[in-house]
């Protein structure tokens, strides 16, 4: 259980998907998570979602945290001793359109946020980073020893440069203390059925969409491509539920958070994912088992950008924060399931 002054976490982009899941597990942990989200990609009924699992309202701030002038006041007020970085744009098909605004965002906000946790004396940080870093990488289980691949979109690139941003930061002596966690594929939903994932529009991810078309919504969906060097030719990805991610936040916060006051500056990358690597095609048919519905799909062309095969070596997270994913991929698409049921009422 967190103690008095460690409490007060500020989660930039809480009110999004993994965002929000780590409102709940911070508060199931002891910690008091403060939300600052512009709502660009989010409603507010993942706030009435968060009401409805804690039995309180989360204190939320409606700001975009690219705004540097309520921040000093928000971090003292709140008495925040330590943030948690979702906020940023997300899509990659997008960031190929609009590159400067994935730039000013993604980047701007770090940037921001470092100066004013610099200036206010927070020091630990969890940054939202992604294991596109990898490209497609040369061994698998890919481990954070592996090089980080040019990137294929404008959106990895703002992963990488934060990345760097954290490194160098914290090599200057600076007092910053962060761990970056590189995602793996999240996917499910808080097990009540009261927040998940809200696509705005068309989902560009496989689970909503494979949810979406099993609700009716989309009239078929498409496997992008079964001729892949794989066993059954679709790719591979690693994927983990929405809570067990959520988890990790929480045990690398304390982690920071047991660095003790002499640990000054620290940067690490640890990997989150379950270790284990599962086909679309896998995916697609446990869906069908988990939920008892026969799924609309076709076989279609790939889809530009996408890479073969990509799971995670869980070594270092797993010796570094004890955490390992214990919710198997099954119970995430059940999970996923009930929230899409949820939506329709
Ligand atoms: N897929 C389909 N049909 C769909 C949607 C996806 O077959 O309708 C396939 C994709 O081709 C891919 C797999 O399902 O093989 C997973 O696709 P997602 O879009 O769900 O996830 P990605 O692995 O492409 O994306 C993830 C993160 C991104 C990150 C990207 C980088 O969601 O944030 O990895 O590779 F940028």
Not at 177 to 189: M, Q, S
Not at 241 to 249: R, T
């Amino acid at each position: 259980m967190a103690q008095g002054a460690d409490r007060s976490i500020l989660v930039t982009g809480g009110a999004g998907f993994i965002g929000s899941h780590t409102v709940v597990a911070l508060a199931a942990a002891g910690f008091r998570p403060v939300i600052i989200d512009d709502f660009s990609n989010s409603q507010q009924r993942v706030l009435d979602g968060l009401r409805d699992i804690l039995g309180y309202d989360v204190p939320c701030y409606v700001q975009d945290c690219n705004d540097r002038a309520i921040l000093p006041g928000l971090f003292q007020r709140e008495n925040i001793c330590g943030v948690i970085h979702f906020a940023a744009f997300k899509a990659v098909g997008e960031s190929m359109e609009e590159p400067l605004r994935y730039y000013r965002n993604n980047l701007g906000s770090l940037m921001t946020l470092l100066e004013v946790m610099l200036e206010t004396g927070v020091s630990d940080l969890i940054f939202s980073s992604s294991c596109t870093v990898y490209g497609e990488p040369e061994t698998l289980p890919v481990a954070e020893t592996a090089p980080v691949q040019p990137a294929a979109s404008v959106y990895g690139n703002t992963k990488q440069i934060c990345e760097e941003m954290l490194r160098d930061t914290a090599a200057a002596g600076k007092p910053l203390r962060c761990i970056a966690l590189r995602y793996f594929n999240p996917v499910g939903a808080h097990p009540t059925a009261k927040i998940g994932e809200l696509p705005l529009g068309t989902p560009n991810n496989l689970v909503p969409y494979i949810t979406q078309t099993a609700a009716g919504i989309r009239p078929q969906m498409t496997i992008f491509g079964d001729d892949y060097p794989t066993p059954d030719g679709t790719c591979i990805r690693d994927f983990i539920h929405v809570m067990d991610l959520a988890e990790a936040h929480v045990a690398a916060l304390r982690a920071l958070q047991q660095l003790g006051a002499d640990a000054h500056s620290h940067y690490d990358v640890l990997n989150a994912g379950t270790g284990r690597g599962h086909s679309v095609l896998e995916l697609v048919r446990l869906f069908g088992e988990a939920s008892g519905q026969r799924l609309n799909y076709r076989i279609g062309p790939r889809r530009a950008g996408d890479i073969t095969a990509v799971y995670a070596d869980v070594s270092k997270i797993q010796s570094q924060l004890g955490w390992s994913a214990r919710r198997s991929l099954r119970e995430a698409l059940e999970d996923a399931w009930r929230w899409e049921e949820h939506l329709k009422q």
